[in-house]
Structure formats: structure tokens, C-alpha cells
């Protein structure tokens, strides 16, 4: 029977309970045997002989060697951090954090907590979503859960800048918040706002700045939503892409089909683009109020 040598590099207790497991599998179950298996695997020396084998975990414990066992085990605890595991492995991350844990023997929750916490510092979310739900926890196992459900929850935060891209549905139509290159006509004079299609595209793709909200608001910007209103706006307000597109494609046609394509392109121009308004209002909430925010998938 094979066994791994004990050489101060793995906990007394999980060395001793490795051992028994190995003896259990060929049937050794006598307490003496195993102990006698344990000490001829040894190879630190020992200055009280064991007669048990909780005798032999203290007197291995009591060695200087498990101090730096121990010294060692800290400075990696010290150094986790959980950014630097791939594909954010919470489920390995905390195994490796509760094994060195239990290698420097901290049992102190609120030690957990506080170590737990340095690990992930540079996500604000979850520093203080942990602190907040961890407050009143004192079971270990409880605190492990947490940080776990912390860091999944916090994989749903929408942040800043343009490489996180959301989509905005209105839950009662289907329909997404979209806008494009065309500016209103009155009131702000912006770049159009609407209820687009149910179907996504390259309009109702959004992203959050930081930039601080105009805090006089316009009363246009104040009324209630009603999203069976439509505007209008002329098509002289797009870019003139378009036209210089059509301009390229008649030069290469006979004279009659241009005069026809101008024709066409002149009634066009007066046909304005219909958009579904939306606005936002400070009333009671209702059903009509609820959007759904969906992350890009990347």
C-alpha cells in the first residue's frame, strides 16, 4: 500500500485522516496499525513517541515545522485574489480559500469575512452587497453561500462605457427603446427617441455614461407615457446619404429611368417618418411602466 509521506506540507489532521482512509479501503481498521502505517511515513523526527492517533496530530502540530506550514499557508491566503481565476470559478476559489483557512487554522467568521472581502475589493457591488448581507452571519458555511450568490448577483450589474451594450424592452408591447440620426423637430431638438420593433437591431443597442442629468427638466420631459402616440418628422432631417446614394445609381441609368427614380426620390421626401413617442412622466407606476434591461451577450 502506497502512502504519501508526511513531510509538513499538508495539515496533521488531513495527513492522519488520508491515511485511515487508505487503511479502510484494504480492510486495516485496528487503531495501532494505522498508527504504526502513520509514524513509518513520517519523515520529520519526533521527540515524544504517540500512543493514539489524536496523540500524533498534537505532537505533529506542536512541531516547529507546522509553524511554517502554517506562515506559509497565510501569506498565500493573503495574496488570493479572485480575479485571478478563470472564467470566475467561485466554486474553486472558495475551495482553495476554506482549505487555507482551515491550514492556518482561522475559525473566526469575522476574520472569514474580513479576509473574504480583500479578495475582491476592486468590485464595488460586491464589497457592499457582502458587507450588508454578511452582517449578522456568524455560521461559516452561511458566509461561503453568500459570497457565492454575491458574485453571481454582481455579474448582472450593467457598468459604463460602451463595450457593455443593453437593451431596453417595454414588457406590455414587446418593443424596444431605440433612436436613431434624426433629430426632433421641437423640444430638446435631440436625436429621436421610440419604441422600435420587437425584433432587436442595431438602433436598440444602448450604453450608460456618467455624465450628471440635467436637473431642470422641460415640461415635454414630464408628461405620461402613452405609447399609442406617434410623431412624425421629414425626411429632409435625415443625412443626405441617401439622396447622394440614389444620385450615384441614376448617373449609370438611361435618361427616362432617372427622370423616373427623381420623381420617386421628390415624393419621398415629402413622406415624413413615423416614430412611437415615448416620454417619461412622475406618476403613480404602473403596468405600462416596466421595461426589461438585458445585457449583451459577448
Given at each position: ?15 492522519v ?32 513517541e ?26 498565500k ?22 482549505l ?5 487554522e ?9 479576509r473574504?472581502?480583500?479578495?475582491n ?34 455579474t ?9 451594450l ?16 434624426i ?12 419604441v422600435?420593433?420587437?425584433i432587436?437591431?442595431?438602433n436598440?443597442?444602448?450604453y450608460?455614461?456618467c ?6 427638466k422641460?415640461d415635454?420631459?414630464?408628461?405620461k ?10 425626411n ?22 432617372r427622370?423616373?427614380?427623381n420623381?420617386?426620390d421628390n ?32
Amino acid at each position: 500500500m502506497d502512502i504519501i509521506k508526511y513531510n509538513a506540507t499538508i495539515h496533521p489532521d488531513e495527513w492522519v485522516k488520508y491515511v485511515w482512509t487508505k487503511c479502510l479501503i484494504h480492510k486495516i481498521k485496528e487503531e495501532k496499525e494505522i498508527l504504526q502505517l502513520c509514524k513509518l511515513n513520517i519523515t520529520i523526527n519526533l521527540k515524544t513517541e504517540p500512543k493514539t492517533l489524536d496523540d500524533l496530530i498534537e505532537i505533529l502540530k506542536a512541531h516547529p515545522t507546522f509553524d511554517i506550514f502554517k506562515i506559509c499557508s497565510k501569506e498565500k491566503l493573503d495574496k488570493m485574489k479572485f480575479e485571478d481565476y478563470k472564467n470566475d470559478d467561485t466554486a474553486q476559489f472558495l475551495a482553495d480559500f476554506r482549505l487555507l483557512c482551515e491550514n492556518t487554522e482561522i475559525i473566526n467568521p469575522r476574520e472569514i469575512k474580513s479576509r473574504l472581502l480583500k479578495t475582491n475589493l476592486s468590485n464595488k457591488f460586491f464589497n457592499n452587497e457582502f458587507s450588508r448581507r454578511t452582517s449578522d452571519v456568524t455560521s461559516i458555511d452561511e458566509i461561503y453561500k453568500i459570497y457565492s450568490e454575491v458574485v453571481a448577483d454582481s455579474t448582472k450589474i450593467i457598468k459604463y462605457g460602451p463595450e457593455f451594450l443593453i437593451s431596453i424592452k417595454h414588457i406590455e408591447t414587446g418593443r424596444y427603446l431605440s433612436s436613431r440620426q434624426i433629430n426632433y423637430e421641437t423640444g430638446s431638438q435631440r436625436q429621436v427617441l421610440f419604441v422600435d420593433e420587437k425584433i432587436l437591431d442595431e438602433n436598440a443597442w444602448w450604453y450608460l455614461t456618467c455624465e450628471v442629468p440635467d436637473p431642470q427638466k422641460k415640461d415635454f420631459q414630464k408628461e405620461k407615457v402613452f405609447h399609442d402616440v406617434n410623431f412624425a418628422i421629414s425626411n429632409n432631417n435625415n443625412n443626405n446619404n441617401n439622396n447622394n446614394d440614389n444620385n450615384d445609381k441614376n448617373d449609370k441609368n438611361d435618361k427616362n429611368d432617372r427622370n423616373d427614380k427623381n420623381d420617386n426620390d421628390n415624393k419621398n421626401d415629402i413622406m415624413p417618418s413615423i416614430f412611437q413617442e415615448v416620454v417619461g412622466h412622475q406618476h403613480e407606476f404602473s403596468k405600462n411602466d416596466m421595461w426589461l434591461i438585458e445585457k449583451k451577450r459577448t
